[in-house]
């Protein structure tokens, strides 16, 4: 998975040769998403001690336009869970509509049983297998952070084509690239996490949306966050603004726009 | 003869407001031997007791498991119990696949309900002819629950149904209070007991005729289950030797004598 | 992003997609899907049978293009077990190649098993199990489980029993086998070490009279190192392999489970 939602479920060119897109002029009467439209950039997370940070910018792109400033793409889920969605905004509202639905089910059917993150993981990686299996995929990749059935911190993710993975920290698109490295020197193992604090990890969370805000070009420096913890439960801020950005770097860049000393 | 014009069919009422086909699916559930359940603050059991058709035959199954953390034990027709326990194992199996989670067992009581009143609705449906005791252990602890022809399902503490149930009743009730902190092993005792209790007097307890089921807890902390275990044939000897022992001195009850045990069909 | 999206400027360019921008292609009669359902998620496996046990082991990376996905995904599993943690499986599965059809088929062969069990009342066979795996793959022939699988387990001797598929569900019973991106690597030492292919003994002969080294079942100890060896070797030369090394060990004890770290670059 790479940080281009528009080659995400597709061969590779590198490995297949050039694609045939001429498919896209067939008006074939069952339309399927064929390609994200509106995107959502990175999403990361990083698991603590006694819990999980998760975030991702609140930009949604149409291509290379920032066109919606003010996305929440960090759903919570039974006031328990929360779900960071990447890739197609459309795909994502909708799992979100079917998430708050089957919330509403659980809560109706019995007393007592509420679904965890490890359950929600389970269910999504279900629903997104499935549609991948009917090539009808839903184009995301989500970050799924909450606490298991022992309250033990969970991170898992899932994609458009049903693939799932865990690792003590997780960051989808762009952020694999970029954040992901930086991420493992926080926790490289499952062993470790239990050395890490919850200020270590938010501060590398933050960190990393810094790194993205200045490499990314389809990122953004309002962005959500979200601390998962048995004791708060589900904190999350969904309007912060990055700190402490540094652009001094900008001065040494050189080819790009800056090939020319002024 | 008298005939009774309102027994045709489950979707038509008596004057006197009942359906007569639902209750006559709740007697096969009284044709059917003895099972009994009973759920401490650790543990579920199902107690049944098994008969042989006829000397020739093998003896029927009582208790069947559905899945690791709950089994059920039936009374009347066995075979609307395969179908309902069939359809049990499936949805336990698809719970397990989509959430990754043991069912709820509130929600699979619920399911199996919904499906009983359904044949009570519907026209050209016959009602299960079997009562169900289901029992077993979820993230909310263990449960048992009764299930009838009816559609009608409850949560209970102790219960018995099939023929001559009224006697394990008797002895569940008194000896209530004893159940919510009772180990395993007096679980098990209390539902020989019980089920000893319902027994024609010609009858005792043996190994071909008793079946036990468990579920509880997990002691050991590596598993937050017991699994579903049955004990049958040879494996209920030492059970059945430890529930009788300690009965042996209290052997004041007298059995009602009467009706010649009921064979399930 | 040219080597993803390459020459394609339809894809490249931007989601504002025009119709009547795309590049007309008259000569394409069948149409290309956009979608392309799987992908490789990289790593190796391996299994090695034994006289009276059978190995299988799987690195534990996952990776997708030139990314680590994971450190520990694992890809060796516990078919027929009483719940998550396996506990009293039977028979052991390893699935390498698309990750997410890897997971589907697990679970499918497991509820399967299960129910096989819940019907019959006994364990199914290696023998049986295998058969059916077969029959699944070849029941996706035309949308396949991209999958390379292997199937391991005692058979009714007690024998080491391994099988080896491809993703349509050819399989044949065989001593070892390697599968997944460094199965190239692996699978010729294997035919040396373990069939030992190309070793003669010495002084029986010049060319073709030169006597073959016959093959005889290794034991436990020398095949657990054969697999380390084989794992860390394929871990220099394939970039797609490392991380880990989980080993699933089969005997009449049931099943054992080993780790060994492996480098991580």
């Known amino acids: 998975m790479n940080h281009l939602p528009q080659a995400w479920g597709r061969p590779r060119d590198d490995v297949y040769g050039p694609y045939d897109a001429s498919y896209l002029q067939s008006g074939h009467p069952q339309t399927h998403t064929k390609s994200p439209i509106v995107t959502g950039t990175s999403v990361l997370a990083v698991k603590f001690q006694d819990g999980v940070v998760i975030a991702a910018d609140n930009l949604a792109s149409y291509g290379s336009l920032a066109r919606f400033t003010d996305v929440k793409r960090l759903r919570p889920f039974n006031s328990k869970c929360i779900v960071g969605f990447g890739g197609d905004v459309s795909d994502m509202q909708y799992l979100d509509r079917l998430l708050n639905s089957l919330d509403v089910v659980e809560n109706y059917s019995s007393?007592?049983?509420?679904?965890?993150?490890?359950?929600?993981?389970?269910?999504?990686?279900?629903?997104?297998?499935?549609?991948?299996?009917?090539?009808?995929?839903?184009?995301?990749?989500?970050?799924?952070?909450?606490?298991?059935?022992?309250?033990?911190?969970?991170?898992?993710?899932?994609?458009?084509?049903?693939?799932?993975?865990?690792?003590?920290?997780?960051?989808?698109?762009?952020?694999?690239?970029?954040?992901?490295?930086?991420?493992?020197?926080?926790?490289?193992?499952?062993?470790?996490?239990?050395?890490?604090?919850?200020?270590?990890?938010?501060?590398?969370?933050?960190?990393?949306?810094?790194?993205?805000?200045?490499?990314?070009?389809?990122?953004?420096?309002?962005?959500s966050i979200a601390i998962i913890t048995k004791e708060g439960g589900v904190e999350l801020k969904e309007d912060e603004q990055l700190e402490g950005q540094s652009w001094a770097f900008a001065e040494t860049i050189r080819g790009y726009g800056r090939t020319q000393e002024v | 003869m008298f005939r009774n014009n309102y027994d045709n069919d489950s979707v038509t009422f008596s004057p006197q407001g009942r359906i007569f086909q639902v209750e006559y699916a709740s007697e096969a559930v009284k044709q059917g031997s003895v099972v009994v359940g009973i759920a401490s603050k650790t543990h579920t059991v199902l107690v049944a007791l098994k008969r042989n058709a006829e000397e020739l035959s093998s003896y029927q199954k009582k208790v069947i498991g559905i899945d690791e953390h709950f089994g059920i034990a039936l009374a009347g027709l066995a075979s609307d119990a395969r179908v309902l326990s069939n359809f049990m194992k499936q949805q336990a199996l698809a719970s397990k696949m989509t959430y990754g989670r043991p069912i709820p067992l509130e929600r699979i009581v619920a399911q199996i309900g919904d499906r009983a009143q359904t044949s009570t609705q519907v026209y050209g449906k016959r009602p299960y002819g079997v009562g169900l005791l289901i029992a077993g252990v979820d993230e909310t602890g263990p449960h048992l629950f009764e299930f009838q022809p009816s559609g009608m399902t409850q949560e209970m503490i102790a219960c018995a149904i099939g023929a001559r149930s009224q006697m394990a009743r008797t002895y569940l009730e008194r000896h209530l209070d004893e159940f919510a902190d009772a180990s395993r092993d007096e679980l098990i005792k209390h539902g020989l007991l019980a089920l000893k209790e319902s027994l024609s007097q010609d009858k005792e307890l043996t190994v071909d005729n008793a079946s036990v089921g468990v579920t509880g807890l997990a002691q050991d902390g590596k598993r937050k289950i017991e699994s579903f275990k049955l004990y049958d044939g040879g494996e209920v000897a030492p059970l059945l030797e430890a529930a009788l022992e300690s009965a042996e001195p209290a052997s004041g009850d007298t059995t009602v004598e009467g009706e010649s045990m009921e064979v399930d069909t | 992003m040219d080597s993803l999206l390459g020459s394609n400027p339809t894809l490249a360019s931007n989601p504002a997609y025009s119709f009547s921008k795309a590049p007309y292609n008259s000569a394409a009669d069948n149409k290309e899907h956009a979608f392309y359902p799987y992908t490789d998620n990289g790593g190796s496996t391996l299994g090695i049978t034994g006289e009276d046990f059978c190995i299988i082991a799987g690195d534990t990376r996952s990776t997708s293009g030139y990314s680590i996905n994971t450190r520990y995904s694992p890809k060796v599993f516990r078919i027929g077990g009483d719940d998550e943690t396996g506990e009293g499986a039977h028979i052991i599965l390893s699935v390498v190649g698309f990750a997410a059809d890897g997971t589907a088929l697990k679970e499918r062969l497991n509820a399967i098993v299960k129910m096989y069990k819940y019907q019959h009342g006994k364990k199914i066979s290696v023998k049986a199990c295998a058969q059916r795996l077969a029959t699944i793959l070849y029941g996706k022939r035309f949308f396949p489980y991209y999958v390379t699988a292997i199937l391991g387990g005692l058979d009714e001797d007690g024998k080491g029993a391994l099988y080896s598929y491809d993703p349509v569900g050819s399989y044949e019973r065989e001593q070892c086998r390697a599968a997944g991106a460094a199965a190239s690597l692996i699978m010729p030492f294997l035919d040396n070490q373990v069939n030992y292919k190309n070793q003669y003994l010495p002084g029986t002969g010049e060319g073709h009279d030169l006597e073959p080294r016959q093959a005889l079942p290794l034991p436990r100890h020398d095949v657990e190192q054969l697999v380390r060896d084989a794992f860390t070797s394929a871990t220099e030369r394939h970039i797609e392999v490392g991380d880990g090394l989980q080993m699933l060990v089969m005997t009449k004890n049931g099943i054992e489970e080993l780790y060994h770290p492996l480098k991580r670059d």
């Not at chain 1, 929600?120 to 297998?129: A, G, I, N, P, Q």
């Not at chain 1, 970050?143 to 690792?167: C, E, Q």
Request: hydrophobic share 40%; aromatic share 8%; net charge positive.
């Open chain 1, 111 to 223: 007393e007592g049983h509420s679904l965890n993150a490890k359950n929600l993981h389970t269910y999504l990686s279900k629903v997104m297998y499935k549609r991948r299996s009917e090539i009808n995929p839903l184009w995301n990749q989500m970050l799924v952070a909450g606490l298991d059935g022992d309250d033990k911190p969970f991170l898992s993710s899932i994609d458009l084509l049903g693939t799932t993975f865990s690792s003590p920290t997780l960051a989808t698109g762009f952020g694999a690239h970029l954040a992901q490295p930086l991420l493992r020197k926080v926790a490289d193992d499952e062993s470790k996490v239990a050395g890490v604090t919850k200020e270590r990890a938010i501060e590398a969370v933050k960190e990393c949306m810094k790194v993205l805000f200045y490499r990314d070009a389809r990122s953004l420096d309002r962005y």
